[in-house]
């Protein structure tokens, strides 16, 4: 009895006649990341894509995790396929539902037949499969209006299916059909989730870092490296470029007044980024920024900011309070890696008193003091940018 997937789409239905590009890109996901999990067939028909493993060393279990992180899939069924004979139907329900059913107080059986000659009519065909659960499982009851475990079975053409039950998928749409951007991920906890919510919506990814060894450390690159990672399950591989801002830092503090470092030093990152993205065709630039969070998210500051990019900048946590950013980021498995203790660039040389109200012209003035357009090419020299590759695990 070899259990399959089926994946059921969820807003790609809506899409018209690019509805087959959408759901290629698809698929092209599904394959890449099935092939980390064994040897599987993957295809599709009337909204549904199915999941058969070619042979017995397939972990898929493994494979129904990664599936669970895919965009652009709204639901996987678990199922098997037996022989359309009431005998064998029969006999499948008592051997595969059991663990699909243990610790479950309700559930409710669906019939569906697209072969019309199969002799019991849909509910006929519930009730009887039905019965079978319940004599083998007593203590289960029946729910139709909110079961907790969703019994299918299908007939069809080449078999009978049997579903053990509707597990939600990513939703979302298929990554890279929104194109590609480039995320500030720092070790926060809300630039991670912004990535998420990003690719979520079809954009693929490429991130920058900024770092400022040695007042930032090593532990503190790591860490941004395991966010990249963790996010990776569900953006895919993406290349993350870890860029330093040290000298930029010592520059601005040697130079200009304390209360507009972070300022400055958040239109360096912009214009960095900016470089970046049109060097990795990235149309757009994505930040964790959530108005009001901080004295850099102001819409004032984010007025000062924004200007140094001249692609769209997406702020998907823009209007998240904190505690709603956090559900996300355990929902993902980023908040215990983002709440580890250590320096971001951000946080070393903080003024003391961060302007929540500036003024472009004083900040034009500010940074007039140093020679903006060198300090960003050293910045960017091929040898000083580290490109780490985020291998999806
Ligand atoms: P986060 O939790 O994402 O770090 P934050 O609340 O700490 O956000 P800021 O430090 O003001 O806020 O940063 C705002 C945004 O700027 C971040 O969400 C991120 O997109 C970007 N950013 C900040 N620091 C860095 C960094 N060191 N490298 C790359 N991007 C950064
Ligand atoms: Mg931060």
């Known amino acids: 009895m070899k259990e399959l997937l089926l994946c059921k789409y969820g807003e790609l239905i809506l899409k018209g ?10 698929c092209k996901t599904l394959r890449f990341r099935a092939k980390h999990y064994g040897s599987f067939a993957i295809n599709r028909s009337q909204s549904t894509i199915t999941i058969e493993q070619k042979d ?20 996987v069924s ?24 243990a610790g479950k107080k309700t559930f409710k059986v669906e019939c569906k037949r697209s072969d019309k000659t199969f002799p019991l009519g849909s509910i006929e065909l519930a009730a009887e499969v039905g019965g079978v659960i319940l004599s083998m499982m007593p203590k289960l009851k029946v729910d139709v209006h909110n079961p907790e475990v969703l019994v299918q079975v299908e007939i069809r053409q080449y078999g009978a299916y049997i579903h053990a039950g509707q597990f939600k998928g990513a939703g979302g749409i298929p990554i890279g059909t929104s194109g590609k951007a480039l995320l500030l991920l720092s070790g926060g906890i809300d630039s991670p989730v912004a990535g998420y919510m990003i690719a979520k919506r ?29 996010i990776s399950g569900y953006t895919g591989s993406f290349n993350l470029h870890v860029v330093s801002l040290t000298h930029i830092q010592e520059e601005l503090v040697k130079s200009c007044t304390e209360d507009y470092f972070t300022l400055l030093l958040r239109r360096y990152m912009m214009a960095i980024a900016d470089k970046i993205a049109h060097a990795t065709d990235c149309g757009g630039i994505v930040t964790g920024e959530s108005l009001g969070q901080v004295a850099s998210q102001t819409m004032q500051a984010i007025g000062v900011t ?4 001249s692609l769209p900048v997406f702020r998907p946590c823009i209007g998240l309070d904190k505690e ?37 012209e004083k900040v034009l003035e500010e940074e007039k003091k140093l020679d903006f357009d060198a300090l960003v090419e050293e910045a960017l020299a091929t040898d000083k940018v580290e490109r780490i590759r985020t291998e999806f695990n």
Request: glycine letters at 4%; a negative charge; proline letters at 6%.
């Open 306 to 309: 924004d200007p140094m990019s």
């Open 202 to 230: 079809g954009v693929q990814l490429e991130a920058v870092h900024f770092e400022s060894f040695p007042y930032t450390s090593e532990l503190a690159r790591e860490k941004v490296i395991r966010l990249a990672r963790q």
């Open 17 to 26: 006649s690019n509805r087959r590009y959408f759901e290629d890109t698809l």
């Open 324 to 360: 709603e950013i956090i559900g996300f980021a355990r929902k993902i498995g980023t908040f215990d890696i983002s709440i580890e203790p250590y320096e971001d660039c951000c946080t070393v040389f903080t003024p003391r008193h961060p302007m929540t109200k500036p003024k472009l």
């Open 56 to 75: 017995d060393n397939c972990d898929l279990d493994g494979l129904f995790d990664a599936v669970s992180k895919v965009f652009g899939i709204s639901a």
């Open 78 to 101: 678990r199922c098997v396929v037996c022989d359309k004979t009431m005998e064998s139907i029969e006999q499948t329900v008592r051997d595969y539902l059991p663990p699909y059913l």
